[in-house]
């Protein structure tokens, strides 16, 4: 017999293949491509200008960018908010930037460059807790990383969360210091959230305009304290998360 929690990851697979299913073939009815990345992968062809992506595809392609864009930058924005209700004095800085960038309408993703501050703050956090935190590796051939030598085929691992903690690159590696990203120089490949190279993350783009605008929508209007200053230890899964739930008390402006 399945376990329950067994049986919540069955309901919540099929409730995703119904969803991203009926996205598709809603589309696929309409008979229009769009400009979207859904109307991108419909259009999309092989270099010869054949071909094109099966049903199967199409919907694999769909749900990686589905799951791989949701829980990520949830998480990211999870641990901006905690880190902003524990500095008060940075949330109520980035509070007055955006809406002095913003007024009372919605903001957009050309609003991110006039929030200096709020992207700083996305980035320390990034740094911080990677969502990505370990990136698995396999060797193509034989090879000696840091002295030691790896024979082909040999599996290996990026501890990105320890490079982007590590004191030779990061003064006061383990503070929330989003200042640090105002101007000041880094050392190359001391920050990588999103890895590095040509097997860099796809949608790292895609995530830091998706959380620059939610951030910036969320404190256009509304101060975060989580009282008693949340979790602290950390849940290392396959994604980096807190060790617990993190309750938030919110109070909004008009």
Known sequence: MPTPARQRERVSARALDEIVNRIVQERQATGAAGTDLLGLLLAARDENGGGGLSDAELRDEVMTLFLAGHETTATLLTFLFLGLSRRPDIQAQVHAEVRAALGNRAPEAVDLPQMPLLNACIQETLRLYPPAWLVPRQATGPVTVAGVPLQEGSNVSVNIFLIQRNARFW????????????????????????????????????????????AALVLRNSTLDVPGGGPTGLNADVTLGPDGPVMAEVSSES
């Open 171 to 214: 003064p006061q590696p383990d503070a929330f210091r989003p200042e640090r990203w105002l101007g000041q120089t880094r050392a190359p490949g001391a920050f990588m959230p999103f890895g590095l190279g040509a097997r860099m993350c796809i949608g790292n783009h895609l995530a830091l305009l998706e959380a620059g605008v939610i």
